[in-house]
C-alpha cells in the first residue's frame, strides 16, 4: 500500500494523539541560578567557621551543596520520562518510555478498552487507568489531579469516536 493511501485511509487515521510528560517548573538555567544562590548562602554561612578554626563545618557544608546538586540532578533525569498514547478508529496505543529509555508498549481495541477513574470529592483525580480484557494499565501517574481530569475528558471523546468506527467518503 502506497504511503499516500494509508494517509488518507480512515481506519488509520489518528483520533486523538497525546505525550505526557512530568511536570517541572524548574528549567536548567533557573537550576544553575538557584544553584549559585545556595552555593554563595552555603559559603558565606561557612565563613565565620572557618575563621574561628571549626573548618570540618565547611566540608558539611560542602556536602550540603553536593546533596543539593544531585537530588536536582536526579529529578532532571526522571523527567525524561514520558507516555505516548495514541487513538485511532481501530487501536488504542499506549508507550511508556522511562528515563533510561526503555520502552514498553500497550495495544487495546476501542471497543474493548474502558477508561478506569478513581476520584476524590477533595482532591479530584487520583488515578486513571486503561482497562481492557483483565488487563489494567495506568496512564498519566505523573500528572496533577486537573490534568488527568483534561486527559481523560479527551481519551473518553476520543474513545467514544473511535468505537463509532472510521468515516468513509
Not at 494517509?7 to 541560578?33: G, Q
Not at 476520584?119 to 482497562?131: I, M, P, R
Not at 480484557?133 to 475528558?153: Q, T
Amino acid at each position: 500500500m502506497s504511503p499516500l493511501r494509508e494517509e488518507n485511509d480512515p481506519a488509520t487515521r489518528r483520533i486523538f494523539a497525546v505525550r505526557l510528560h512530568p511536570h517541572r517548573s524548574l528549567t536548567k538555567r533557573n537550576f544553575r541560578i538557584l544553584l549559585l544562590i545556595f552555593s554563595a548562602i552555603s559559603l558565606v554561612t561557612t565563613l565565620p567557621f572557618v575563621f574561628i578554626g571549626a573548618w570540618p563545618v565547611a566540608g558539611f557544608m560542602g556536602l550540603d551543596v553536593a546533596l543539593f546538586y544531585f537530588a536536582f540532578r536526579a529529578n532532571f533525569r526522571a523527567a525524561r520520562a514520558y507516555e505516548d498514547v495514541r487513538v485511532t478508529p481501530i487501536e488504542l496505543m499506549l508507550a511508556k518510555v522511562s528515563p533510561k529509555g526503555a520502552k514498553a508498549e500497550w495495544h487495546f481495541h476501542p471497543s474493548w478498552v474502558r477508561l478506569q477513574k478513581e476520584d476524590h470529592e477533595e482532591f479530584g483525580v487520583q488515578s486513571l487507568a486503561l482497562v481492557s480484557r483483565g488487563e489494567s494499565v495506568e496512564v498519566g501517574n505523573f500528572l496533577g489531579p486537573e490534568e488527568k481530569a483534561d486527559f481523560a475528558n479527551g481519551l473518553s471523546r476520543a474513545l467514544a469516536e473511535a468505537r463509532r468506527g472510521p468515516r468513509f467518503s
